[in-house]
């Protein structure tokens, strides 16, 4: 193979990598989306589907990671190629991930559905959907145009939808020091809140792979800030 | 894989407390800055470029290169053909200035003394630093006497001490246990692989403090390249290496600095490590992914 063919064939499979990644995120944020429905509107045939439809991004991830796998191996990339593939491997494990909160959630709306107990905080449980939603989508399309600045912006809106679950814990925790029976429906709608934050939380990962991808900074853990704190030189005084 | 979330905790990601997981140091030398690498002044064999640039008669190879190579490490000098970057190499121990109608302006410095300085003979500077070629060159000589040639006329008279130092020499280039027992016999009879190695032997013996390498792997088998990789690896221990190769993942795998030129200048000097992953210019970053040259 001549090296102009080698080279599109490589920049081939790189597109093919990024479509997958973007079917499977669309793929999990229609799973979050329908056990979110599920839950609120108490439709255990929306439940059944969530769970059924996490089976399919499992094999998507496989999918993506043999690729991505198989591109390392022959291709040997460097630079931002490189940066691109061990970071799509990692969000193919996140978006994995957000997959099994959609099946956790589906899971409390099946045993809150036998509960027969209406307690739902539906506008915070929605609030948060809709902005883990939003982040998912956003860190992906952050990804994939490789958009430092929208990866940052993602990271950002983590800290509402951790304040949203504040929110759910207190409200939750008020139900039932009113009424013990209300005990089982809130732990399992605190369990269903719990796994939305953690989808943000998720999505944060894929924002911060999108910085590394742009700018080949890596911003997790606050490691950015430790190193602008870790370069301040004490001056001499006096 | 399903249902296995984790439900404990509030409200937070799961991250470690910043005061438990210390940061690494950054090593990542500042933009403006070409120089890279810990601070090895007190080791010989640092090299100091300023400047520097180049011509083949009216053409300009070198466009005023100022980089410094740390000693003890091994630096890699990459770019696509004609980039200058063996006109680099060739320039740091005067190979160039055999060409007629070449000429050079700024200067280039080993352990704080110009190469191009009136006061440097141009054989010891070549003792010092050390060169082995793309295509392996032994003498047509016995084995022995390719290692003996350096101390002989730099004159290492006593016969016994050359014993000494072809042995050491062979041992350090990782192949004396493969030619001990036929020392007499013809370099020439080698495999390419060991006649490369003889020829890092050779230039071992003069006791180099740096030793410059021009694409020594690129006609070799697998095999015969890892050893010469190992090799690099072991004496970058006790010598400045400076290698010049057009395969990248070798740069990658064998190089503590590398440097990339591009048409006569030098775009970007990084730790290995960050060049190959997120180098600092574009030029650099379209190079290794591929997309020019």
Redesign the interface.
């Given at each position: 193979m001549s090296p102009e063919i080698a080279?599109r064939h490589?920049h081939d499979q790189l597109q093919t990598l990024k479509e997958r990644l973007l079917e499977m995120s669309a793929r999990a944020e229609e799973l979050i989306d329908l056990a979110v429905e599920s839950l609120l509107t108490r439709d255990k045939e929306k439940a059944d589907a969530v769970?059924g439809g996490?089976?399919e991004l499992?094999m998507m991830e496989l999918e993506c990671e043999n690729l991505a796998v198989s591109l390392l191996a022959l291709q040997?990339?460097?630079?931002?190629?490189?940066?691109f593939i061990i970071s799509a491997i990692k969000i193919t494990s996140d978006l994995?991930?957000v997959?099994?909160?959609a099946?956790?959630i589906a899971?409390s709306a099946l045993r809150l559905i036998a509960l027969h107990v209406e307690i739902t905080p539906t506008p915070e449980i929605e609030d948060m959907a809709r902005r883990a939603r939003k982040m998912l989508a956003e860190a992906l399309d952050a990804f994939i145009r490789a958009d430092g600045a929208l990866g940052r912006e993602v990271c950002k809106a983590?800290d509402a939808v951790?304040?949203l679950?504040?929110s759910v814990?207190r409200i939750l925790l008020t139900h039932m020091m009113a009424d013990a029976r209300t005990i089982n429906p809130s732990l399992e709608l605190l369990?269903v809140s719990?796994?939305l934050?953690?989808v943000a939380?998720l999505a944060?990962n894929i924002g911060e792979d999108a910085v590394f991808l742009a700018?080949?900074?890596q911003i997790?853990?606050?490691?950015e800030e430790?190193?602008r704190e870790?370069?301040v030189v004490p001056q001499p005084t006096g | 894989m399903t249902g296995t979330a984790g439900t404990s905790g509030l409200g937070t990601r799961d991250s470690a407390p910043s005061d438990q997981r210390a940061a690494p140091q950054s090593r990542v030398p500042s933009p403006q800055s070409p120089v890279v690498g810990p601070p090895s002044a007190h080791h010989p064999g640092t090299i100091s470029a300023r400047e520097f640039s180049f011509w083949y008669g009216p053409k300009q190879a070198l466009f005023d290169v100022t980089m410094t190579i740390p000693a003890r490490a091994v630096t890699a000098l990459i770019g696509p053909s004609g980039c200058g970057k063996s006109t680099f190499l060739r320039s740091i121990n005067r190979l160039n200035a055999l060409i007629p109608g070449a000429r050079h302006t700024g200067a280039i410095e080993l352990d704080g003394e110009d190469v191009y300085g009136a006061g440097m003979n141009p054989g010891s500077l070549r003792q010092r630093v050390g060169m082995v070629f793309q295509r392996w060159n032994p003498f047509p000589k016995s084995i022995y006497d390719n290692v003996a040639y350096g101390p002989r006329i730099n004159g290492s008279a006593s016969r016994s001490r050359i014993d000494e130092i072809v042995e050491q020499s062979l041992r350090r280039a990782a192949l004396w246990d493969e030619v001990k027992d036929r020392l007499r016999q013809s370099a020439l009879g080698l495999s390419g692989g060991q006649q490369q190695r003889l020829c890092i032997a050779r230039a071992l013996a003069n006791e180099p403090e740096v030793l410059l390498l021009d694409e020594p792997a690129s006609a070799l088998d697998p095999i015969a390249t890892q050893k010469i990789e190992e090799l690099l690896y072991e004496l970058r221990a006790e010598l400045t290496i400076v290698i010049v190769t057009h395969n990248m993942q070798q740069a990658a795998r064998v190089s503590d600095h590398t440097a990339f030129f591009y048409l006569g200048r030098l775009v970007e000097v990084n730790e290995t490590g960050q060049l190959f992953t997120a180098p600092r210019e574009e030029q650099t970053e379209a190079y290794i992914t591929g997309r020019f040259g």
């Open positions: 080279f490589f769970i996490d089976r499992d040997q990339p460097m630079g931002r190629d490189l940066r994995e991930r997959g099994d909160h099946v956790n899971q983590d951790d304040a679950h504040d814990f369990l719990r796994n934050e953690r939380d944060t700018e080949g900074k997790k853990h606050h490691f430790q190193q870790r370069s | -």
